[in-house]
């Protein structure tokens, strides 16, 4: 079976433990496909051939083959304990997972799903994690320390574990400055970080349990699902605020009820938000900031990720 040519969006059913492929302009189901128990995040290949869906509950990432849109491979390891944030390091050709109760990094190779390294934390909880815009510096979302685990992707060394807000899980980089924003879900805050000192240059208050942080690809926004309050913040990032310039809540859009995974079209006009409670997908106007319109998913939607068709010039 080919894909068909349109973008989808990739969206994981937690509670029924599939993977939806939904056409991104028109909403339809394309397809459906099986995975192991509660796949929770998804990162898609360079090349975009191939999907990475960590299983937390089952302990195990597999990948699925896009085009064919079947299971083609999967890996496990005696210290996956609730694998979790996935992110594609493409100048290397590297997957990075983060092990949330065993708080471990590892480092696989994106075409082959071999193990090239495991990098422990030393932190609590590693959660989520996402690259400065070099690719040369990866960030760790720690849930449980209050932190931040900064590492070496050369080296994989950990260099720094600066400390944000209570409870930090979504994280997300300026692609534009480098700045590392963090959401605090037990405080409802965000936390800018420097990249060069990893200091904390300034805070912005959220809404309600904010889990997650997605960049525009301009990088002018940034978008935040408040799971407690059934909304979506947006953060200016070039925001002045009494003479200086801080990344602040401009906007908090109403969406479903508990919303989690959020992505943006590559030409930034749109956003999707994965509405756990709801069972759909909330699809953004970015312009004005406005719902326009939800896609059925599956039980519990959360991981959500962006397929361009590959048949695009």
Not at 163 to 174: K, T
């Amino acid at each position: 079976m080919s894909a068909p040519s349109t973008d989808q969006l990739i969206v994981l059913n937690k509670d029924e433990d599939t993977v939806s492929f939904v056409d991104a302009a028109a909403g339809d189901t394309i397809d459906v496909v099986e995975t192991e128990f509660n796949p929770h995040e998804v990162a898609v290949s360079p090349d975009g051939s191939r999907a990475y869906v960590t299983c937390s509950l089952g302990g195990s990432v597999v990948a699925i083959d896009t085009a064919d849109r079947t299971v083609v491979d999967r890996f496990e390891h005696d210290l996956f304990d609730f694998p979790h944030g996935l992110a594609v390091r493409e100048s290397a050709d590297e997957l990075w997972l983060a092990s949330t109760y065993s708080s471990q990094l590892f480092v696989f190779d994106v075409d082959t799903l071999a193990l090239l390294e495991r990098i422990p934390t030393h932190q609590d909880k590693s959660h989520m994690v996402t690259f400065s815009p070099d690719e040369e510096t990866a960030y760790v979302a720690n849930i449980g320390s209050d932190t931040v685990t900064v590492v070496d992707c050369d080296t994989r060394r950990v260099v720094a574990d600066p400390p944000v807000g209570e409870g930090p899980e979504g994280i997300g980089v300026d692609p534009d400055t480098g700045e590392v924003l963090v959401a605090n879900q037990d405080d409802g805050t965000l936390s800018v970080l420097d990249p060069d000192t990893y200091e904390e240059t300034s805070e912005a208050l959220l809404g309600e349990t904010p889990i997650r942080v997605m960049l525009s690809p301009d990088g002018r926004y940034a978008f935040v699902p408040n799971r407690e309050s059934d909304s979506v913040s947006v953060i200016d990032t070039e925001h002045v605020r009494n003479g200086e310039r801080k990344p602040w809540e401009i906007a908090r859009i109403p969406v479903g009820i508990w919303p989690g995974g959020t992505v943006f079209a590559p030409d930034g006009s749109r956003a999707f938000v994965a509405n756990n409670k709801t069972n759909d997908v909330s699809v953004i106007d970015v312009d004005s900031f406005e719902e326009v319109t939800r896609y059925d998913a599956g039980i519990h939607p959360d991981g959500i990720a962006y397929l361009a068709d590959p048949d695009a010039s």
